[in-house]
C-alpha cells in the first residue's frame, strides 16, 4: 500500500511540474507588436546598406542590445535567462519578414522588459543604424 501511494505522490508531483513548466512557456511566447500601419511603411532615414551606418549599429548593439538579444541576434545574451519574455530570434524568417519600419518602431518604443531606445539613444539616424545591423544578422 505504501509503495502504490508514493508511485501516486510521484505521479501527482510530475504532472504539477509539466502543467508548472507549460504555463511559464506559454506566458513566455512572443505576443505580437502592435506597430501602427504608418509606422510599419516608414522609410529608413539612413541608407541601411552603407557600411558606415552598419558599423554604428554593431557598436549600438554592442553596447545596448547584446546583452539580451546576443551578439549574433539568437536572444542568447548574458541577461536573456532572468527575463521574464523570450528576447527572439533576430536570424529567424518572421523577425526578418518584418519591414525596416516595423524593426525602427519596436527598437523605438519598446515594451515590457524592452526598453524604448528613441531615449536612450535619442538620435534617429542612430537607431536606424540599429536597424541596419538587425538585417545583418539573418541566417
Given at each position: 500500500?505504501?509503495?502504490?501511494?508514493?508511485?501516486?505522490?510521484?505521479?501527482?508531483?510530475?504532472?504539477?511540474a509539466?502543467?508548472?513548466?507549460?504555463?511559464?512557456?506559454?506566458?513566455?511566447?512572443?505576443?505580437?507588436?502592435?506597430?501602427?500601419?504608418?509606422?510599419?511603411?516608414?522609410?529608413?532615414?539612413?541608407?541601411?546598406?552603407?557600411?558606415?551606418?552598419?558599423?554604428?549599429?554593431?557598436?549600438?548593439?554592442?553596447?545596448?542590445?547584446?546583452?539580451?538579444?546576443?551578439?549574433?541576434?539568437?536572444?542568447?545574451?548574458?541577461?536573456?535567462?532572468?527575463?521574464?519574455?523570450?528576447?527572439?530570434?533576430?536570424?529567424?524568417?518572421?523577425?526578418?519578414?518584418?519591414?525596416?519600419?516595423?524593426?525602427?518602431?519596436?527598437?523605438?518604443?519598446?515594451?515590457d522588459?524592452?526598453?524604448?531606445?528613441?531615449?536612450k539613444?535619442?538620435?534617429?539616424?542612430?537607431?536606424?543604424?540599429?536597424?541596419?545591423?538587425?538585417?545583418?544578422?539573418?541566417?
Amino acid at each position: 500500500m505504501k509503495t502504490t501511494q508514493k508511485i501516486i505522490t510521484v505521479l501527482i508531483t510530475m504532472v504539477i511540474a509539466v502543467f508548472f513548466i507549460a504555463g511559464n512557456s506559454y506566458s513566455q511566447a512572443k505576443k505580437p507588436w502592435n506597430v501602427p500601419d504608418k509606422d510599419k511603411n516608414t522609410k529608413a532615414a539612413a541608407n541601411l546598406k552603407d557600411a558606415g551606418v552598419i558599423n554604428n549599429g554593431k557598436d549600438l548593439w554592442a553596447k545596448h542590445c547584446k546583452s539580451c538579444h546576443g551578439s549574433k541576434g539568437l536572444g542568447d545574451g548574458p541577461k536573456a535567462a532572468s527575463l521574464k519574455t523570450n528576447p527572439g530570434d533576430f536570424t529567424s524568417a518572421a523577425f526578418q519578414g518584418q519591414t525596416d519600419g516595423e524593426l525602427y518602431f519596436e527598437t523605438s518604443k519598446g515594451r515590457d522588459e524592452m526598453p524604448a531606445y528613441e531615449k536612450k539613444i535619442p538620435e534617429a539616424g542612430d537607431r536606424w543604424a540599429l536597424v541596419a545591423y538587425m538585417r545583418t544578422l539573418k541566417k
